[in-house]
């Protein structure tokens, strides 16, 4: 592929994103763009991603060393240890990294053995993200996994066989006839396996998807607001009682052992994303870039065929995006929104911009106030969306 000509300075970045859009199966629930495979996808997909690496190694001249690499999608296990080693190849060999960089590989339970694990780890991989989603058959069914808890538990130990010390499980709750009891049991197994990570979300019903069909507004077989707060409230009573930090709405993490790629999206660090669906954000301008690549295979390849960005939809932020990103991004950490940062940042006193709102949500016991900075109460984690609502601008 012959490079553009065109350089853009100073694009800034510290994680490099990789969207793997296949899936054995595609589950019902899931908004993001995937689709399973045909004969040689998987080999021709790897070499257009490694295609835009290159084009994008040609439009970039400064950013700073890479500090996280994340494969997602779809069902990056899918993907053999060789492909993975390519893609990393590539990526070391295009960009800086630094020292200790964190590989994550998003992992389905059902597509993965000792053999494969432990290629994963030879090719670099020094982090596993696996898609456990219960531990409970009856709501796998429900969720339309191709695994089960068997299988789960099994990947689990075939991981730390492979050498792996640093491995998240994603949990979901509030599922389609899921009672408190079948959570905390979720919760009590996954603890017991004593992963360094834990994502415990809830489900949402996201637009057309065919859960959205299957689970209509006002459901009665979903489990209501008041159920869905004590499944939350469980998960954070037991997860801190075992030592697991809970430092960001959805995350919890052993000392030390948070997850540095989403951690650098709540952060606004800067991250390229490469393949059929990625998004990305660069710090490319005062307040930085956003944009996508379409979610389409055949449009996708046309477009890196001709020599240009896959990137579509560019958007330049404008102050105030950037306001309400680094407050509602901001504000999902644990540690929340500091003065000092937003000072910086924006060049004002937060207060002075958002006195009013702090002073309400204060009063309604969705934040609390300490001596540098606002953070969310549990109350706040439960009604988030309320909250980041009154900081958009």
Known sequence: MRPSSK????QMFTRIYLHIP???KKCPYCAFFSQEPSAGD???????VCEEMLHHSHTVTAHADVDSIYFGGGTPSLLEPRHVGELLEQTAGLFRLAPEVEITLETNPG???LRKLSGFRQAGVNRLSLGVQSFDDRMLATLGRIHTSRQAQAAFASARKARFDNIGIDLIHSLPGQTPEMWRTDLE???KLAPEHLSVYGLTIEPETPFAARYPEENTQLPDQDLSAEMFEAADDLLTLQGYEHYEIANYALPGRSSRHNSGYWHRDGCLGLG???HSFLRDTDFGTRSCNPGNLATYAASLRNGVSASEEVVAL???DAVSEFMFLGLRMADGVTFPAFREAFGIELKDMFGRQVDDLISQQLLTEHASGIRLTRRGMLLSNHVFRM???
């Open 189 to 191: 197994h996954a603890i």
């Open 7 to 10: 350089i853009i300075a100073n």
């Open 391 to 393: 900081f958009l601008t």
């Open 22 to 24: 296949f899936c054995r």
């Open 42 to 48: 998987i080999e021709r997909y790897v070499r257009l």
């Open 111 to 113: 597509t993965v053995d």
């Open 318 to 320: 404008t102050r105030d």
């Open 276 to 278: 059929a669906g990625a």
